[in-house]
């Protein structure tokens, strides 16, 4: 099946930049621009938060008040990658970030608002996370 590789994490100082890579292989029937690619976001002892995401074939995107103004999400199609970029970063951003892939069918043929990539379990595929961690 469709696979996701996260990359790019590591240590930052309050203030600072990370920018994250989520690569996307292994496309059997669809492509890159079949995909809604999301974020999300977990620390130890809380739930997974939804972050953001992108739909690649137009770039439309979508993000949650905690990361916004903050947070960028862009795509290099070409590339089958995903990037967020994170600046002014947080001792709260401090998680272990995850990339995942929502196939563009049905209903969600588009998404409008953040709920529906903010939630995880409709989510498929998964990469195996990176870890963020900001120093106050």
């Known amino acids: 099946e469709v696979e996701l590789v996260e990359s790019g994490g590591g240590l930052a100082e309050a203030g600072g930049s990370l920018r994250l890579s989520c690569t996307v292989s292994?496309?059997?029937?669809?492509?890159?621009?079949?995909?809604?690619i999301a974020w999300f976001r977990q620390a130890p002892g809380k739930g997974r938060e939804g972050i953001g995401c992108?739909?690649?074939?137009?770039?439309?995107?979508h993000y949650a008040d905690s990361v916004k103004d903050r947070f960028t999400i862009s795509s290099d199609n070409a590339k089958n990658t995903v990037f967020l970029q994170m600046s002014s970063l947080k001792p709260e951003d401090t998680a272990k970030y995850y990339c995942?892939?929502?196939?563009?069918?049905?209903?969600?043929?588009?998404?409008?608002?953040?709920?529906?990539?903010?939630?995880?379990?409709?989510?498929?595929?998964w990469g195996r996370g990176t870890q963020v961690t900001v120093s106050s």
């Open positions: 292994r496309f059997s029937r669809f492509t890159f621009e079949d995909y809604h």
């Open positions: 992108i739909t690649s074939r137009d770039g439309t995107t």
């Open positions: 995942a892939a929502l196939l563009r069918r049905g209903s969600l043929q588009t998404i409008t608002t953040l709920a529906p990539c903010a939630f995880a379990p409709i989510f498929e595929l």
